[in-house]
């Protein structure tokens, strides 16, 4: 069973495009379990138009991106878990190609190549991984300059078990299960574009742009990662990083 974990916020400019492109390849007993964090546009009546029995919707109260995921999350209950922003679109084929791909390579976190667009799809960079990818990375490097996209992942369930609940004050949910996942599972890379991955003005990430926060913040907040990063891993009784596969 797959599970994909989307959070919503005033999305509804791109948020047909995107829900379209993974019911698509859902199969009727897979998941998608929506999470939206008090939207005051037409996201939430959206979602509802579709009135299809694998939609699981539930509301969060204006608590971020991190927490907003968290409560999509905690939710799911497939074997295999994907995240989803609102605005991307996915490419045909994408959820069967990752899920054969962690399966032969006996994986429990894999990540595939995306497509940098503009708000309407025109490609800015593609691929978006070329000679660097987050697994010729260390998880310290990563942590410097995360590698990882959310939006490119698929996880098992025993990956989310491992790093649920979220730690608080988390601000990003994906460099948070991608840096415990390389430090202790098996992590795996797929050199395929399945995603197109939208840039526009009200993007969250800063991904194919420069970060505006302060110095002070992201060395705070590095140091706030990597202190949860050990009492997570002294509590889940791991001793270590396991064999990585490219």
Not at 55 to 64: E, L, S, T, V
Not at 89 to 105: P, S
Not at 106 to 127: F, G, H, R, T
């Amino acid at each position: 069973m797959i599970s994909v974990c989307m959070a919503t916020f005033n999305g509804e400019r791109y948020l047909k495009e995107q829900l379209d492109s993974i019911l698509s390849q859902l199969g009727d007993e897979d998941e998608l379990i929506v999470s939206d964090d008090g939207s005051s546009d037409k996201t939430q009546e959206i979602i509802h138009t579709y009135e299809d029995k694998r939609i699981r919707f539930f509301h969060n109260q204006r608590k971020g991106i991190a927490n907003n995921f968290e409560n999509a999350l905690s939710q799911a209950r497939g074997d295999f878990i994907f995240l989803a922003d609102q605005d991307d679109v996915w490419l045909a084929g994408k959820l069967d190609k990752m899920v054969e791909f962690l399966e032969k390579e006996s994986l429990d976190v894999a990540m595939c190549n995306c497509a940098l667009v503009d708000q309407e799809l025109n490609i800015i960079k593609s691929p978006h991984f070329d000679s660097e990818w987050p697994m010729k990375r260390t998880l310290l490097s990563n942590l410097y300059k995360n590698a990882w996209l959310g939006c490119c992942m698929v996880l098992r369930s025993s990956v989310l078990k491992a790093t649920m609940p979220f730690p608080k004050g988390l601000v990003a949910h994906d460099l948070w299960l991608a840096l415990y996942a390389q430090w202790h599972f098996r992590t795996g890379y797929m050199d395929e574009v399945l995603v197109l991955y939208r840039r526009h003005d009200n993007t969250v990430s800063f991904t194919g742009s420069v970060s505006t926060n302060a110095l002070s913040f992201k060395l705070k907040y590095r140091l706030h990662l990597l202190y949860h990063l050990i009492g997570r891993s002294l509590k889940n009784s791991f001793s270590g990083p396991v064999i990585k596969y490219g």
